[in-house]
């Protein structure tokens, strides 16, 4: 698969705390991850806007599962190209058969922008935040 995004983040968000897994393209097809958890109040997920920034990060991967990305959403979407990821589509996909974690996997497909069949969302409807509740 073609690296798109050169530096990207894939987060796993549960209702406590939030994975998340960011990927570096190197020379010659080879890469460097790095994990790290957060919480999910506010003061965390602004700690870890600024870590995605540090790191130099433009593209964000989340799943869409539950209630839990939206607030992650709100955050993130400001800063950064935020992809909301069909969850059944990494786990079913090629790229969920290659990775364990779920941030693995939306890291993985993040990078490769998705090109291994994986639906995902780039800019939300017009009226996404209110629709959703989250505006």
Same mark, same amino acid.
């Given at each position: 698969?073609?690296?798109v =995004?050169?530096c990207?983040?894939?987060?796993d968000?549960h209702k406590?705390?939030?994975?998340?897994?960011?990927?570096?393209?190197?020379?010659?097809g080879?890469?460097?991850?790095e994990?790290?958890?957060?919480?999910?109040?506010?003061?965390?997920?602004?700690q870890?806007?600024?870590?995605?920034e540090?790191?130099g990060?433009t593209h964000?991967?989340?799943e869409?599962?539950?209630? =839990?990305?939206?607030?992650?959403w709100?955050?993130l979407?400001?800063?950064?190209?935020?992809?909301?990821?069909?969850?059944?589509?990494i786990k079913?996909?090629?790229?969920g $058969? $290659?990775t $364990?974690?779920?941030?693995?996997?939306?890291?993985?497909?993040?990078s490769?922008d998705?090109?291994?069949?994986?639906?995902?969302?780039?800019n939300?409807?017009?009226n996404f935040?209110?629709?959703?509740?989250?505006?």
């Amino acid at each position: 698969m073609e690296v798109v =995004y050169p530096c990207c983040c894939g987060l796993d968000v549960h209702k406590k705390s939030i994975t998340a897994c960011v990927l570096w393209a190197e020379a010659k097809g080879k890469s460097r991850k790095e994990k790290k958890r957060f919480g999910t109040f506010t003061h965390d997920l602004l700690q870890l806007a600024d870590w995605l920034e540090q790191c130099g990060v433009t593209h964000v991967a989340m799943e869409s599962t539950g209630v =839990y990305w939206k607030p992650v959403w709100n955050i993130l979407a400001e800063r950064f190209e935020v992809l909301l990821v069909n969850a059944q589509h990494i786990k079913a996909g090629p790229v969920g $058969r $290659r990775t $364990r974690k779920t941030a693995s996997g939306s890291r993985t497909c993040c990078s490769t922008d998705c090109s291994a069949g994986v639906s995902c969302r780039r800019n939300p409807p017009v009226n996404f935040a209110t629709s959703r509740g989250i505006a």
